[in-house]
């Protein structure tokens, strides 16, 4: 007869496992002579399998190779950029991640009351009581030339009204590039926020400070390809001036007319132009006396409607907008009233060697507290970076710190109770810009970073969309309350 060695057998087993339980309560870093213990957990895999997922969102999981962002804990009182009881508050008030199932397909409110755009819809639905609506567009090379805000801007003034193409810079790099204006200068010196220079003046609304020479001269002319930017019959450009300074305008082929500008020492000028109702398509200004005087650009527009100023600097990572004094932008929006701020870049940080984006996130977390001290109070949209391209092997693949690029701009939104989109899964996610380059017309550059004009007008119909959807939405619920 065999012997039944089951009890035996049992008895081990449970041995074992309080020897082993026990060996997994003693404290890391424990020595025994020159031996020391690992710290053990035998019902790690346990808790890993059965944990439950108490968020209320999918995640989506990040692609192969991708560098991961890992955010901050959203109770902290990190989120806030605050001081004191109102600190408390905002952390307090941190709205949870949207679902992505809509990343790229809404616009997500993290404002602290959760009406984010309500302000600017109720404007937009008063264009037809006669308001002017303005939307500046802080951006980096991914805009400049008005790819993308030229086709925004067409299809929204299509929609709510508006002609003119809005704030226009005195010089520009890529003035033989636009579609939506013929822009020619001389005589000028300029300063930017991403230019370094000893003698760098106070810059302007869009990053940018003008110094003429004498007879400097800039002229503006319509051009044919969008609808609504060919004619316009309201100028105004800002300046300031040590002393009173004469100057030339010419509007089309009226005959020049010489005028003074009051001094404006230390504060923001402007003068205006007012034409018949059928505007003009050119506009010239030169300048007969040059010193003491700096000049910050020109804004071209025909009353009531949806104006989008793209201020995009070719470079900007979204920290030299710190550059930009708040109270001297506030003496701009005192004038041009802006009922949205959008905050675009990203472009720049995003490579494939990048291993750590922590510096990133600490410049646009101080870059996020600064636009809020520019344009107190006024709604600000942040659009991720889109996709950007590079070889990896013998593949062009997106970038590996896109995506967390992204994911961290969202988190930051979230902190600072902004509004956000996700540009990256709004042009379609992963390779994107792969596949746009392939595109016949081709809707990318070979560069895998920038968009062709014909892919600006792709991209910018898809936002203007987004616009109209979104106003749809919030009619929707207003009608509901």
Known sequence: MEKNYTGQALFLAILVLILLTGLSLLPSGMTLGDFEFRKMDIFADVRDSTAVDTSNHAIVAPPPDTLEYVPQDSSSTAFSDTTGAQAHADSMRVIPPKDSVFFGKTIEDYSFDQQGLNRFFAAVDSISRGRTVRVAWYGDSFVEGDILVGDLRDSLQTAWGGAGVGFVPITSEVAQFKRSLKHNFRGWTAYSIVKKSEDRPKLGLNGYAYRPEPEAKVHYEGAQYFKHTQRWNQVRFFYTAETARSFVWQAGGEPPHEENLPAKPGRLGTWKWHGSSNGTDAFAIRFLEADGLLVYGTTLESGPGIYFD??????????????????????????????????????????????????????????????????????????SVGDRGAKVGTEILTMRGVPAIVQMQRNLARKHGLLFYDLFWGMGGPNTMLRFSYHRPRLANTDY???????????????????????????????LQ
Not at 352 to 365: F, H, K, P, Q, V
Not at 452 to 467: C, R, S
Request: hydrophobic share 40%; proline share 4%; glycine share 8%.
């Open 449 to 479: 970073t920038h968009l062709t004009h014909e892919g600006g007008k792709v991209v910018g119909i898809m936002f203007a969309k987004l616009f109209l959807q979104e106003q749809a939405n919030w009619r929707s619920n207003k009608n």
């Open 310 to 383: 793209n201020f995009s600097v070719r470079g900007n990572s979204g920290g030299p907008l710190k550059l930009l004094d708040p109270a001297f932008i506030h003496q701009f929006d005192a004038v041009q009233q802006y009922d949205l701020v959008v905050l675009q870049v990203g472009l720049n940080a995003v490579t494939n060697s990048l291993t750590n984006i922590r510096w990133y996130e600490a410049e646009l977390d101080r870059t996020f507290k600064h636009l809020k001290k520019c344009f107190p109070g006024k709604p600000i949209l942040v659009v």
